[in-house]
């Protein structure tokens, strides 16, 4: 199984910062990576899909890099709607599997 | 728009089954796989299985594999997780979720997700 490991696992930040989250896949998993953004109580919501592509309707300044085993989420500047957990998903082969989180909170 | 309802959950004593649908409008649902994906309380994301858009190909998370069943009935637009031999670590809320139309087994649309609990 893939695993994937993903930090911070908490960040406190303020609005109109530049965020960064990290995923790392122990294995090559090319560009099959994915972003969830997850509110308290909500369902998840996808960000990005295949490393960098934009799911539509997700705002600009929310970016995504990386190929192989090391990717990154970019908040470009924080907006009080971010505030929420983020998790990475590796869709290259099943089991598929979910990084353990990155909690971003209010400075 | 894409609607994803699912229903089902509730209390249920260990080595106890349930059964789990999730119904489906606003998309071609035969055209689609579809997963659950679990979440224990006040913990990460679980991937519990996937079928494929026709049902002939399933998969299933290690934790599950040969105690849950995910099933589908296109004519009806509705997924199933039949769960067996329910544990206490099953006790977590349960999403459905579409295939993604970019690629292949990512998550585009979510439902509300059902609780399951299990407790003696």
């Known amino acids: 199984d893939i695993q994937m490991t993903q930090s911070p696992s908490s960040l406190s930040a303020s609005v109109g910062d530049r965020v960064t989250i990290t995923c790392r896949a122990s294995?090559?998993?090319?560009?099959?990576l994915n972003w969830y953004q997850q509110k308290p109580g909500k369902a998840p919501k996808v960000l990005i899909h295949t490393a960098y592509s934009l799911q539509s309707g997700v705002p600009s300044r929310f970016s995504g890099s990386g190929s192989g085993t090391d990717f990154t989420l970019t908040i470009s500047s924080l907006q009080p709607e971010d505030f929420a957990t983020y998790y990475c998903?590796?869709?290259?082969?099943?089991?598929?599997?979910f990084g353990g989180g990155t909690k971003v909170e209010i400075k | 728009q894409v609607q994803l309802v699912e229903s089902g959950g509730g209390v249920v004593q260990p080595g106890r089954s349930l059964r789990l649908s999730c119904a489906a409008s606003?998309?071609?649902?035969?055209?689609?796989?579809m997963h659950w994906v679990r979440q224990a309380p006040g913990k990460g994301l679980e991937w519990v299985a996937v079928?494929?858009?026709?049902?002939?190909?399933?998969y299933y998370g290690d934790s599950v594999k040969g105690r849950f069943t995910i099933s589908r009935d296109n004519s009806a637009n509705t997924l199933y997780l039949q769960m067996n031999s329910l544990r206490t670590e099953d006790t977590a809320v349960y999403y459905c979720?579409?295939?993604?139309?970019?690629?292949?087994?990512?998550?585009?649309?979510w439902g509300q997700g059902t609780l399951v609990t299990v407790s003696s």
């Open positions: 294995h090559s998993i090319s560009n099959y």
């Open positions: 606003g998309f071609t649902f035969s055209s689609y796989g």
């Open positions: 979720a579409k295939d993604g139309t970019g690629g292949p087994f990512y998550f585009d649309y």
């Open positions: 079928i494929s858009y026709d049902g002939s190909k399933k």
């Open positions: 998903q590796q869709s290259y082969s099943t089991p598929l599997t």
